[in-house]
C-alpha cells in the first residue's frame, strides 16, 4: 500500500498582529486565523515512527510566529513571506496551501473576517543565499 498524495496540516491557528493599510490597525493590532496545508511525502516517518522523516508541527508553528511579528500593510504580502520561509527552512515541502484570514476587521460594517487564500507550489530551483539572514 502506498499513499499518493501526504498533507501535513495546522488549522485555526490565532496569532495576535499588526497587519493593515490603516495606520491604527498597526497600533491595536487584530487577531489574525492561519489554516495550513503542506504537501509533503512522510512515507518514511508513517513506516518508521521517527520525526525525522517528516516535519514538526512545533517547528512550523514557530515560523509562522516570527513572520505573523513583522508587520505588513496587506494579507497578500504576509502570505508569501510565509510561503518562501517555509519552502526555505523546510525543503521536504513540495506544496503550500495558505488561508490568512483577519478577525473583526475595521471596514465600518459588521463582517467576521476577511482574507486571502493562496496555493504555491516548490520550483525547481532553490536559491543558496538565505533571504532571512541580516
Do not use: W
Not at 14 to 39: C, S, T, W
Not at 40 to 64: K, M, N, P
Not at 99 to 121: F, I, W
Amino acid at each position: 500500500m502506498k499513499a499518493t498524495s501526504m498533507y501535513i496540516r495546522l488549522e485555526g491557528i490565532r496569532l495576535y498582529a499588526y497587519h493593515g493599510v490603516d495606520p491604527q490597525e498597526n497600533v491595536v493590532g487584530a487577531n489574525f486565523l492561519i489554516d495550513l496545508r503542506l504537501k509533503t511525502d512522510f512515507s518514511h516517518a508513517a513506516q518508521t515512527d521517527e520525526l525525522s522523516g517528516t516535519i514538526s508541527y512545533a517547528d512550523v508553528f514557530e515560523r509562522l510566529k516570527e513572520e505573523m511579528k513583522i508587520p505588513s500593510k496587506l494579507l497578500e504580502h504576509v502570505c508569501e513571506r510565509i510561503a518562501t520561509r517555509l519552502f526555505h527552512d523546510f525543503p521536504m515541502i513540495e506544496a503550500i496551501d495558505l488561508r490568512l484570514s483577519k478577525e473583526n476587521p475595521p471596514m465600518g460594517s459588521d463582517c467576521q473576517s476577511v482574507g486571502v487564500e493562496a496555493h504555491y507550489e516548490q520550483s525547481m530551483k532553490r536559491t543558496t543565499t538565505n533571504p532571512f539572514t541580516h
